[in-house]
């Protein structure tokens, strides 16, 4: 069965500075999604990245990077120049890519920032 | 236009209860989801719907649970005699196609049995 694991609960960082969240999954796909998701109090899940398995290139978008290990199964995000409003709940997900499309979650990290 | 609508935004219902859940999803979006998300954890898969079909109702736990798509757009949840572990934040997102497209997710609907 696919599984995603997040093992930080919690991540606390000062503003501007950079934090990395961890995320390892477990697949015997060979392509496959991968995302983040910020998820704060309103409830609405935001994708904030997006990889492709079978690109080697790692994802950008502005602050947000990952680091795409496919051997190791890991897939970190790094936030650059954190800002308060980056505070939230973040979820790393899997996709595969047969035909249900759903998504598998890990448990979660929550991101405080420190003015 | 708007995003995913969900309503109601809060629902409070005693055990033994039937409840429905709304969702509303982006215009021209064939794909629809419902994922429920229990405190603390991630969101867990329900049921999925290409057009008016469920795809894949592999993830509905038991059979008080059901969904439906009428006419290709609005979805309905509804769950049948409530029990305590029902609640959750139940989430519903819509997409252009299935796969490779973003999910755009609604607000939730949080359900609290009592």
């Known amino acids: 069965a696919q599984t995603v694991t997040q093992s930080q609960p919690e991540m606390s960082v000062q503003e501007a500075e950079t934090v990395t969240l961890s995320c390892t999954y477990d697949?015997?796909?060979?392509?496959?999604?991968l995302f983040w998701y910020k998820q704060p109090p309103s409830r609405q899940m935001i994708l904030v990245i997006r990889?492709?398995?079978?690109k080697q290139q790692n994802a950008t978008e502005n602050r947000f990077s990952v680091n795409f290990q496919k051997a190791a199964k890991s897939f970190s995000l790094k936030i650059s120049d954190s800002q308060l409003g980056d505070a939230a709940m973040y979820f790393c997900?899997?996709?595969?890519?047969?035909?249900?499309?759903?998504?598998?979650w890990g448990a979660g990290t929550k991101l405080i920032i420190k003015p | 236009g708007a995003g995913v609508s969900q309503t109601p935004s809060n629902k409070v219902t005693e055990k033994g209860k039937y409840v429905e859940l709304r969702c509303d999803p982006i215009?021209?979006?064939?794909?629809l989801y419902w994922y429920r998300q229990s405190l603390g954890q991630g969101p867990e898969f329900l049921i999925y719907?290409?057009?008016?079909?469920?795809?894949?109702d592999s993830g509905l736990p038991n059979d008080r649970f059901f969904a439906v798509r009428p006419e290709g757009s609005v979805s309905t949840l509804k769950i049948q005699r409530t029990e305590r572990g029902d609640s959750a934040v139940y989430l519903c997102?819509?997409?252009?196609?299935?796969?490779?497209?973003?999910?755009?997710f609604g607000n939730g609907t949080r359900l609290t049995v009592t």
């Open positions: 990889q492709e398995a079978y």
């Open positions: 697949t015997s796909e060979s392509d496959y999604y």
């Open positions: 719907f290409q057009g008016t079909g469920a795809a894949d």
């Open positions: 997102a819509s997409s252009k196609t299935p796969g490779s497209s973003p999910l755009h």
């Open positions: 215009s021209g979006h064939t794909a």
């Open positions: 997900a899997q996709e595969g890519t047969g035909s249900n499309y759903q998504l598998i």
